[in-house]
């Protein structure tokens, strides 16, 4: 089942929702209504730990932070659910460090 968490948008009046589908193991967000989606997959790699393996933000997309989002949605995710994080892709390693937040920190391997 699709789980959703609204965060406020950078852009004015357009909220950016984040859906997290569980089965297919990623963070999405619908890009003005079409078929355009901005996108953060992982994949389960033990019982209690995931790989956030890779975040994809179409170019016409780009610098609205978008993909802040997904990632700040997929690091809750991991701290909701006490599991560990192998971050693999770069932009959640950048997000992570821009946001050392304990509770990401405690959650990540190094």
């Known amino acids: 089942m699709a789980q959703a968490s609204q965060i406020n948008a950078v852009e004015l009046s357009c909220p950016i929702k ?13 890009l003005n209504g079409s078929h355009d989606r901005a996108v953060l997959l992982y994949e389960y790699i033990g019982k209690k730990t995931v790989d956030l393996q890779h975040t994809e933000v179409p170019d016409a997309y780009r610098g609205r932070g978008i993909a802040k989002h997904l990632a700040k949605a997929a690091m809750d995710f991991v701290v909701e659910e006490d ?3 192998h ?8 997000f992570v460090k821009e946001n050392p937040q304990p509770q990401y920190l405690e959650r990540v391997f190094h």
């Open 18 to 30: 984040v859906e997290h589908d569980r089965k297919r193991r990623q963070f999405t967000v619908r």
């Open 83 to 85: 599991l560990k994080a």
């Open 87 to 94: 971050l693999t892709c770069w932009y959640i390693q950048k």
